[in-house]
């Protein structure tokens, strides 16, 4: 049975840093920060890899850029429900959700009419690939937040 996950964040502004270029994590125990080129500008991938090791429940944030503009055009935090450490790098897999459709201008977000439903995962080096059901996978570069937080799913 699928469960619901807060899969869209909603910051307020009060709550960023003023001199924040893009929303930074909400979370207490920010393990890493990687930028869409790839580039670590907080904590170390190595900090999340001891975590994953550890069994410490994640919760990851990511920015997708779609109009390439520099800022991001829709954040979602999810917990990681299953971890691959890989080389250098961890990949998440986040829990399916049903597809939706951000309404740019009109904040909003629907759902798709048909059940379609959506598989993604992230890693910390700086790439989500996600897919609907049926159509070829997609990679797209985004800023992410690795951090542990004790109120994410237990993993199965």
């Known amino acids: 049975m699928l469960r619901t996950l807060p899969l869209i964040a909603l910051v307020a502004a ?5 001199a924040a270029a893009e ?8 393990l890493l920060t990687v930028e869409a080129d790839g580039k670590v500008t907080h904590g170390s991938k190595d900090r999340v890899r ?4 550890a069994g410490q429940p994640l919760r990851i944030g990511w920015s997708l850029d ?18 691959t450490v890989f080389e ?3 990949f998440a897999q986040i829990e399916q959700i049903h597809r939706q459709h951000p309404k740019p201008g009109a904040s909003d977000v629907e759902l798709a009419a048909d059940a ?11 790439v989500w690939r996600g897919r609907f059901q049926s159509q070829a996978p997609v ?17 199965r």
């Open 88 to 90: 250098d790098d961890v």
């Open 14 to 18: 009060a709550a960023l840093p003023a």
């Open 50 to 53: 001891e975590a994953v090791m």
């Open 116 to 126: 379609l439903y959506w598989s993604s995962s992230i890693g910390t080096n700086g």
């Open 23 to 30: 929303p930074g994590p909400v979370c207490k125990a920010h």
């Open 66 to 83: 779609w109009n390439k503009d520099g800022k991001g055009d829709v954040i979602h935090w999810a917990d990681a429900m299953f971890l």
């Open 139 to 155: 990679a797209w570069p985004v800023t992410s937040w690795w951090c542990i937080d004790p109120r994410a799913l237990p993993r």
